[in-house]
């Protein structure tokens, strides 16, 4: 195998959950070799909510290529090994809330006394010092805390939920804090302790609105998806696309169960949908009232309501196939929307030659920037009245065809399914896991030329405990028998 | 080599060339805060990226952009037009002197200028070059028009954010997903430079926006389509029990988790209700294990609800950031860039940096540095540079041009 480029690089991972897995990923992906350590008394939350830990999806997401290790922390042999990983390593990473790292005896005074050249980072909510440096918290209320909420969605409503956004700012900066520490240490023989927030960080991606505020005391705005310098400016709802779901009821049981959930409209007492035999000989007819139910409910929300009663449900995806399966039926069609950005003259003679140049577009309202702005509300109901005549991809399509910025609103679906430019560049990656089997992760946005970005899969709970103990601390087979038979080894 | 010693800064020893605009000034700023010798490199006259706005004190002025404030601290600014055969040239000694070059035109450009990697490879073997594009150097979209908003939702964030019944939506003003762009960037230069101190060459580094926005794309979007088939739709969830709550001056954040996690994380908020009188009997004896967002029934989530509006309706903002931090319950306020300002965490830390603009005659507040550190910190010490208001000190003070070749690039339009 072709040595990568962080081959012999070594990290003490104690972080959770993405900041940290997300700061570390990289450097795993690039070939450091990265010790992630776990407990089984103390999962993170992505291991505690799947069935079992090791059917954590979101965990196969942020931590590729690593080593997986359980230890009990708050054992003293289980810390002892702690820190012999942490001796051994290059980089020691951790994103506890303040204060938790010290009090597992794991804080950097303790590391810098079993390796004094340590590169150690602590990456928390609010930075280790200060009143709020204990306070927990996720990437949700950080990315409130640091602004991003306030300044998402439509004025004349709340914020929308934003999710863990500044969980993907934070590791910009902690991967080249960490791989910069590197080089100076390789410079000047010295380690450091490095202590970054996400709210700081997250403050970064908003410095000019910040800037405003200082300068000028204007504070800024959630503006929906409108801009001063560019109209049209959005999202625009493009054709709808039908969505099946394949329900499975084969027993007398089961139909009623089903009709329960359905709360038993008169139609599923009727003679003809009585048996299994009669439902098959009535199948059209009992599909169309079925969908009269199935076209209110996304897919999801089928398969949601058949989980508690134990129905098999699941996604139709190979639609041509519709007519062939006789137990799919139609539910609530996907709402798609591409986004387009008419920003300057050009784009707009673009724009309007790409809707073939109806009557309105000559219209003076929409004749400059200024008049577009001023008469929004009604360009945004024309050009919409325009997209949802195609398809989201039609509406790309046809957009960059003629010069103007436009981009489908992609799901996971179009992610991993439709968009061609992420799989040209091989960016969602195949990997197969021994639980979860085949499935995709990110590997790295920017591509080397010397230096290949091969991912491998996320490992399974403690599933390198032998190795990392045998093979890298020089751990004898009993002693590691009889760290497992005292529950050290969680 | 950079002047200045190279134990101050990580990046001490390096200096960098930054032609980008707007899509990638970011990456250029984080290399110059820790340390390395950042060149923005300009077109006469100015970038096109110093017309963006806010300006100071409103004035739209290229020298009064607040953008550009923002992601060219550190740097020092000259001026050149590498389109000319002489522009090219003297960019070409620079790149002698350089480790990293940054750039963020269109793919194809630089080589259609003779300024490929390929190119300046021969001049410095051990040369960094970084490209920052919309969606890379190849590829069925490479040429693909763009802006913030169709990277932002070709990157599949934005289709699960927003209300059921509008679009789905971006965060507003500046471009996220530029700066994405640029962090991704950085990333891949310290990499690269490291992958030099081991082997002692450099490298060509294709940075694309599309994949960047896309490695933010929460496991709700890729991942839930790839495990279970499923599409995350905005506005999902049961708004009975939201996570954005309505306070006395604005709106907070509060979650309520189910599951195992639910006692350890939801118990400090009604714990706190308790002290104020207004947990009901039915939140202070709930089973949170038994919480499901999808399962629990309405009735059941509205009476979660209830108690907790009173609660944060009976105060403001920065009472309910005060007292979750006295009752440890996870609640935040939705802070405005007001709030952040006054943020009493951030004094506490010393975040913010004063930079002197004499030319202004004044200072501004700037988010300070992005890490503290116990060697080498990461410092904002200088505020962007003016057009060309470097060009003296390297033409002249750095790479010798006479007093005559500096007037006569100036009088040709060169620099």
Redesign the interface.
Known sequence: MSKK??DGVKICDFSRVIVGPLTTK?LSD?GATVVRIEGRTNLE?FR??AAEPDLA??F??WNTGKLGVTLKLNDPRGRDIALKIAAWADIVVENFAGGVIEKLGLGYEEIKKVNPNVIMLSSCM????????R????G???????????????LD?????????TD??TP??N???L??????R???G????????Q???G??????????????N?????????????SP?????CRDEARYCVINISTDEEWEKFCGVLENPEWTKEQKFSTQALREENREELRKLVEQWTANL???EV??RMQ?IAITA??L?DFDDTQKVNNSYRCKD?DR?????V?TDE?WRNFCKAIGGPEWTKDDRFSTLVSRKENEDELERLVEEWTTQYFAFEVMTI??EA??????????????EH????R??N??QELDHPR?GK??A?A????????PCQLERAPLLGEHNEYVLKEILGFTDEEIVDLVVNGVLE | MAEGDNVSGMLSPYRALDLTDEKGLLCGKMLGDLGADVIKIEKPGGDSSRNIGPYYHDETDPEKSLYWFSYNTNKRGITLDIETPQGKEIFKELVKTADVVIESFPPGYMKEQGLGYDELEKINKDIIVVSITPYGQTGPYKDFKYSDITLYAMGGYMSSVGDADRPPVRISHHFQTYLHGGGQAAQGVLLALYQREMTGEGQYIDVSIHDSTSRITPERVTAFWDFSKRIQHRGGGKAILGRIWECKDGYVYAMYWGGTAGKRWNGPIVKWMESEGVATDFIKEFNWEELSLIHTPPEILTKIAEPTRELFMRHTKAELLEAALVHNAQVYPLNSTAEIASNRQLASREYWVELDHPELGTTITYPGPFAKTTEAPPRITRRAPLIGEHNEEIYQGEMGYSEDKFRELNQGGII
């Open positions: 480029l962080l990289p690039y939350i505690t909510q999806t979101q196969t997401q609010q930075g280790q010092t200060g009143p709020f440096s306070h927990p918290g996720w949700f209320q950080l990315s409130a805390l640091s602004g991003f909420s306030h300044i998402a969605g439509w409503r709340p914020p929308p939920e934003l999710g863990v956004y993907f700012i910009h900066y991967v080249c804090l791989i910069g520490a590197l080089l100076y390789k410079r000047t010295k380690g450091m302790y490095i202590d970054t927030a709210f700081e960080t403050l970064h991606f908003i410095s000019p609105l910040i800037l405003d505020y200082f300068v000028n204007r504070v800024a705005e959630r503006m929906g998806n409108r801009t001063d310098t560019a400016h959005n999202a625009f709802r996304w897919v999801e398969i949601n508690p699941e996604r995806l996907e929307w591409c986004a387009i950005a920003t784009d957009m960059q010069g103007v910025p436009a981009g489908v609103v992609e799901t996971g679906e179009d992610q991993l968009d061609l430019q992420t040209h560049r960016f969602f979860l499935h995709h990110a790295s946005p920017f591509q080397m030329s010397k230096a």
